[in-house]
T-cell receptor
Framework: AQSVAQPEDQVNVAEGNPLTVKCTYSVSGNPYLFWYVQYPNRGLQFLLKYITGDNLVKGSYGFEAEFNKSQTSFHLKKPSALVSDSALYFCAVRDLGSGNTGKLIFGQGTTLQVKP | SQTIHQWPATLVQPVGSPLSLECTVEGTSNPNLYWYRQAAGRGLQLLFYSVGIGQISSEVPQNLSASRPQDRQFILSSKKLLLSDSGFYLC????????WGAGGYGYTFGSGTRLTVV
């Protein structure tokens, strides 16, 4: 079965420090991977995705993610955290068994807390 | 440009009352539509998805139902709400063509409905 895991419920980082939010996946074929961010009482916003190509993907708001096939990971990173980055982050993978329905499998989410 | 509207933003309903949440998409045609529930501010549970008018697939057995009476309209309903139906409900859509390509961006989510059943 395909799955996505975000091993940390919460990540705390000081403003200006680099941040990493971890994601690992398990799929039977080539993964399509996504990161979304959710601010309180809002819908999810797309940050970035990996489909193919360069393993380092750059996205919105200065975020990037590195696809590592051997470690089946897709960690989200940012060189210098901002207080405004504090939010709930979701990793997702396309459900390869869903045909054209395009279903995404989401991780449980990681709360990022950036302190001044 | 494509937009997605979801309403109401918040709703407080008594146990046993009916429910109707509406989601509409503009600026696209024949989208795939999804209803998710987010409990306790964390994980997302896919409730229903639809690949076309009148075509509804349910992911989990529950007290809710969904309908798609028009191409860009997706409705989540219940005849009698339970306390356990409380949560944050999110509608999402994705386009058909180019979704996996360079221009694709996965899902676009609505702003959500906070449902509290009392």
């Amino acid at each position: 079965a395909q799955s996505v895991a975000q091993p940390e419920d919460q990540v705390n980082v000081a403003e200006g420090n680099p941040l990493t939010v971890k994601c690992t996946y398990s799929v039977s074929g080539n993964p399509y991977l996504f990161w979304y961010v959710q601010y309180p009482n809002r819908g999810l916003q797309f940050l970035l995705k990996y489909i193919t190509g360069d393993n380092l993907v750059k996205g919105s708001y200065g975020f990037e993610a590195e696809f590592n096939k051997s470690q089946t990971s897709f960690h989200l990173k940012k060189p210098s955290a901002l207080v405004s980055d504090s939010a709930l982050y979701f990793c997702a993978v396309r459900d390869l068994g869903s045909g054209n329905t395009g279903k995404l499998i989401f991780g449980q989410g990681t709360t990022l807390q950036v302190k001044p | 440009s494509q937009t997605i509207h979801q309403w109401p933003a918040t709703l407080v309903q008594p146990v046993g009352s009916p429910l109707s949440l509406e989601c509409t998409v503009e600026g696209t045609s024949n989208p795939n539509l999804y209803w998710y529930r987010q409990a306790a501010g964390r994980g997302l549970q896919l409730l229903f998805y639809s690949v076309g008018i009148g075509q509804i697939s349910s992911e989990v057995p529950q007290n809710l139902s969904a309908s798609r009476p028009q191409d860009r309209q997706f409705i989540l309903s219940s005849k009698k709400l339970l306390l356990s139906d409380s949560g944050f409900y999110l509608c999402a859509w994705r386009g058909r063509s180019g979704w996996w390509g360079a221009g694709g961006y996965g899902y676009t989510f609505g702003s959500g409905t906070r449902l509290t059943v009392v």
